[in-house]
RNA sequence: GCCCCCAUCGUCUAGCGGCCUAGGACACCACCCUUUCAAGGUGGCAGCACGGGUUCGAAUCCCGUUGGGGGUGCCA
């Protein structure tokens, strides 16, 4: 033959993590939860083949939600099958667009996640395989060089003629050199079945598939090729990815197929499933250029991992029942892929963001106020959202006081970086919204006086506790006609430095006596 | 142009021939609760794109129309 050995699964021998792993690994997994539902086993030789999933990013970009997405089905389908395997396998040919910041974008996205994976596995690694699988496919007859330019190419395209190369270096026999690229002659006539989970079979006409590129002038394989040689090295039986790839998926079988023929090594045709796009609101597909796709843009603006988790599975997908929702375990119980909807999704932010309240709220206190330090503690932490530092310094803060204030606010947050706005009179001297200082202070009247028959009054409290607080101020705005919402505006706004914020009488309690009279001191001042 | 996919409230969806007078969630509106803002509670608004079939019966099946989208790279 040619030499070529192709590689049995990827595992022990080249398959060693190209990186070490600054965060820790993610997430437990091996116990698959009881009653799972089962994908329809594949079946080889007689035995029954364990799930073998992957996500194939290409480092071009931030890691959009999109892939979090495909990310999250793939390891579901791996985690339901108790052998089944989940690999990370980074696309990176294609060094005109990759960057390595972009490659550790995605270990960084994937760790935050909390999915772990097999690998991660870069493909210019398998490299080799690729040049022997070129070589393969030649040595078959499969190959042939072309040196048309896409110019010569869209010059002969007639009107209304088949799209893509016509097929004009078929016959021609050149030979390899600095100008030809390699093709692969597709069959003209007949019709592709492209097995899919989500959509059922999807018929194309071979007519309509032309004979692609599969290496550059430089010798390169491209991706149309790559992916096919990795996925066979790495035996993955079912292809879970973006609609945008089910055009590819008739090529790759043919690819897939005359591998087998050419290397003599039957690697079964795996079986796709094409997801949905998510779109924008303009209903076109989420764009790196136009839309916010960063994953790392939701988890600075302080969306818990589990509400984002959530909401992805809840694109394309809904579990049974009217609950929306739903733990990670009842996902993976009830998920199958041929339940996943057709059509594309918008990725509808105020949903997420609701559903991020909603979680939220469920977290204990101890671990919200935990999951607030990044944009409260001003002090080490592990991770701070980008290019954001509290405007406190360690000296004013408090954690303890912090404990004590979070469950005010954690009822009124949808996202984590609403709480320092919220927080901040704690521990620096209060901001003052001017307009609203003006309006309920300096040019209101009732102001200055109720604030400072809040010094009094307050100054004679014998306990500094929220219920005295309450009916200290209850009794002076009663003594001038004034509702209680009346009575606190101008207090709240003295301390505080704005008119929205927790409940007065627990914040001024924490705040403390001394503090509190200062600021009402301070603010009649400068009324 | 050509190939392919898709079509239930504004949005995400449930529905897989009778349980549908079409259910839930987000958003929106009203009311209640209330020291601000939220949260919470109650109620409301709102949808099967259109036209043909098939059937005793269609949101559900078939065909067509229209409308959206994806692909059409020596990108992935």
Redo the contacts with the bound molecule.
């Keep these: 033959m040619h030499g070529h050995r192709p590689r049995g699964l990827r595992g022990a021998r080249r398959r060693l993590p190209v990186r070490p792993r600054r965060e820790p690994r993610p997430g437990v997994r091996r116990a698959a939860p009881p009653g799972r539902r089962q994908l329809p086993q594949r079946r080889h030789l007689g035995r029954v083949v364990p799930v073998r999933v992957r996500l194939?990013?290409?480092p071009?970009g931030y890691f959009h939600v999109g892939t979090a997405r495909t990310a999250l089905f793939n390891w579901i389908l791996a985690r339901q099958d108790p052998e089944g395997v989940f690999i990370l396998r980074v696309?990176?040919?294609?060094p005109?667009?990759n960057r390595e910041e972009w490659v550790q974008a995605i270990y960084a996205a994937m760790a935050w996640l909390g999915l772990d994976y097999t690998g991660p596995f870069r493909?210019s690694e398998n490299a080799p395989a690729h040049a022997a699988a070129l070589e393969a496919l030649r040595a078959a007859g499969d190959l042939y060089y072309?040196?048309?330019?896409?110019a010569e190419?869209e010059a002969r395209r007639g009107?209304?003629?088949?799209?893509?190369?016509d097929g004009f270096c078929r016959d021609r026999g050149l030979e390899r050199s600095a100008?030809?690229?390699l093709r692969f002659r597709t069959p003209d006539e007949g019709t592709l079945n492209v097995p899919d989970l989500v959509?059922?079979e999807?018929?194309?006409?071979l007519s309509?598939i032309?004979d692609?590129?599969v290496a550059?002038?430089?010798g390169e394989a491209?991706?149309?090729l790559?992916?096919v040689v990795d996925d066979r090295d790495d035996r993955i039986t079912h292809v879970v990815r973006g609609?945008?790839?089910?055009?590819?998926a008739p090529k790759q079988m043919l690819l897939w197929s005359a591998l087998n023929a050419a290397t003599g090594i039957e690697v079964p045709l795996p079986v796709f499933a094409?997801l949905?796009?998510l779109?924008n609101e303009?209903?076109?597909?989420l764009s790196k250029r136009r839309d916010p796709v960063a994953l790392e843009l939701y988890r600075d603006q302080g969306y818990l991992v589990a509400a984002v988790l959530n909401y992805l599975a809840?694109?394309?997908?809904?579990p049974r029942g009217?609950?929306?929702i739903v733990a990670m375990d009842e996902i993976v119980r009830q998920f199958r892929l041929e339940?996943v909807?057709?059509?594309?999704?918008?990725f509808?932010v105020?949903?997420l963001?609701?559903?991020n309240?909603?979680y939220i709220?469920r977290l204990s206190p101890e671990a919200f106020a935990e999951a607030c330090r990044p944009w409260v503690d001003p002090g080490d932490v592990a991770w701070r959202p980008t290019g954001y530092r509290p405007a406190w310094g360690l000296e004013r803060y408090d954690e303890g006081l912090f404990a004590r204030v979070a469950p005010l606010v954690q009822?009124?947050?949808?996202r984590l970086d609403e709480v320092p706005a919220m927080v901040d009179f704690f521990f620096i001297d209060p901001a003052y919204d001017e307009a609203a200082f003006d309006k309920v202070i300096r040019h209101d009247p009732e102001g200055p006086a109720v604030l400072s028959a809040a010094v009094d009054a307050y100054a004679g409290l014998e306990a500094f506790a929220?219920a005295a607080l309450?009916a200290a101020t209850l009794a002076l705005g009663e003594a001038r006609g004034l509702?209680?919402?009346k009575a606190?505006?101008p207090i709240?706004c003295a301390v505080t430095g704005r008119?929205?914020?927790?409940?007065?009488?627990?914040s001024l309690a924490i705040l403390g006596r001394a503090e509190t009279l200062a600021r009402l001191a301070a603010a009649l001042a400068r009324a």
């Design positions: 194939a990013p290409s071009t696309e990176d040919t294609d005109e667009r493909q072309c040196d048309c330019t896409p190419v009107e209304g003629a088949t799209p893509g190369y100008t030809t690229a959509r059922g999807v018929a194309f006409a309509s032309d692609f590129v550059r002038r430089s491209l991706y149309a790559a992916n609609e945008e790839h089910l055009a590819n094409h949905p796009l779109v303009q209903r076109k597909k809840l694109l394309g997908w809904s009217d609950e929306e339940d909807a057709h059509s594309p999704a918008f509808d105020r949903k963001t609701a559903l309240g909603d709220r009822e009124r947050v949808a929220p309450h509702s209680l919402r606190q505006a709240r008119l929205v914020g927790p409940p007065l009488f627990e």
